[in-house]
């Protein structure tokens, strides 16, 4: 069998210990030669590293695995690259996030004002970095996970038009399967096939076919959701922290207002404003909580095993720790399954290049180019669609024509996202100023020039010059 070559960009990610364990794990099934992290933050990065040379020694013999800030040793003769970089950090996230706050708008991470000034970041970032890695392996796949995904994707689609090869995906429609398929019949996401349709963050599931049978389980789940009280039969309250169990059971109120389909988690954000600006405390934010939970927890995780020097024989040790579950029944005995406490992230990237490299054909929600899939919306809208992907990239299923109200909400945010790419690739304040305007989560010019005043002043040097 082949033996991959896998780097990861934002070695440093509080997701890389996971993604690490997850290709430990699956190393009969995708065997490795090599293994690189890479980032621009020698100090953050090294703490992960030390875990990783650990993790590696002991369930990994024979894999090179090494960290760098060196771009030529990083990307040199690689198969795959796993991209989750974060241009400003969690510094910038709680800006981006706090900064609308203060004037009454949605403050997150990739919706609304704070997801176009981190698309302003991530843009030129991740432009440069796909450069850089095409410099040294020009056949790499590049799946790529930095946010804002959407805005990422409009853009890589301009700069990189025939790059079959790099793929932008989201976990948060496999994260909503995980939590929500048990309503049909306790089934799980690996049974189900799913339908969906819309920009990243901001889409709809369709249909959820039952792979065995290819009956359509949506309508159940709907059901059930329409009916309330899945808290109850699902028990993921307690389990997650404070904003997913809010976000998870908001999702029952989005079906209620609208049962014909089941909308992302981050539809809340578009279709009700003011119960989530009302719900959001503009001095203590999601990157506060980032900040002292997932970010601390990872780089006190990863010391702890590079202090002991091993993983076999403790809490920490691998095949354990999974076997015990994810972290949501972790007893104490062991440390939980994934560190940043998102069971879908690792194993969906992980998934997705064994289906590149086996050629399988699986699959996958992917965001790809409109080029008639959805018949009725724009030509090039980087729609978040099922795919077959393989060894050719990703092929997406055509789907049916949206709805007035889906096509109404899609095509404004689309204009937005091309005045947002717009902005950041010609440097132009009058785009940002649109992008801002035409967003409904803004809406008032004057509002939107304060904001974007505010977030160009915050921003500095991130920033690409706006004039
Ligand atoms: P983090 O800040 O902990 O990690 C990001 C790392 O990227 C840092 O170590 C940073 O130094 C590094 N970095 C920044 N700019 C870089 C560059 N130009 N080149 C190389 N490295 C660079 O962030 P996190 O919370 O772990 O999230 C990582 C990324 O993954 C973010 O973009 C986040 O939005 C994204 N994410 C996406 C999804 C999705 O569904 N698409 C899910 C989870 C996380
Ligand atoms: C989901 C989304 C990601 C987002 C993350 C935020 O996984 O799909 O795009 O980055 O949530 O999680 P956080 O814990 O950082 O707020
Ligand atoms: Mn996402």
Redesign the pocket.
Known sequence: MKQFSVAIAGGGS?YTPDMLEMLCLVREHFPLRRVVLYDIDETRQAHIGRFGEILFREYYPGVEFCYTTDPAKAFTDIDFVLVQIRPGGLAM?EQDEKIPLRHGVIGQ??CGPGGFAYGMRSVPAMIELVNTIRRYSPEAWILN?S???AIVAEATKRVFPDDFRLINI???PI?IMDIFCPLAGGRKRMDIEPRYYGL??FGWFTAMYDKQTGEDVLPEILEKLQKGGCDDELGFSGKN?D??NFTFKHLEKMVQDYPHSLPNT?MQYYLYPQTMVAHSDPNYT??N??ID??EKRVKAYCDEVASLGRMRGTKFDLDRKYSAGSHKNADGEFESATV?H?D??ATYIVELAMSIAYNRNDVFLIITENKGVVPNLSDGMMLEVACRVGARGAEPFRMEEAGTFEKGLLEGQYAYEKLAVDAALEGSYQKALQALAVSRTVADTDLARTILDEYIAANGEHFPVLK
Do not use: F, K, L
Request: proline share 4%; with cysteine.
């Open positions: 509080t996230r991470e990739t996970y946010n804002p995904a989201c976990d948060m994260s990243n963050h922290d904003y997913w981050y999601r990157a909580t980032v939970g997932r940043a998102n879908a992230h």
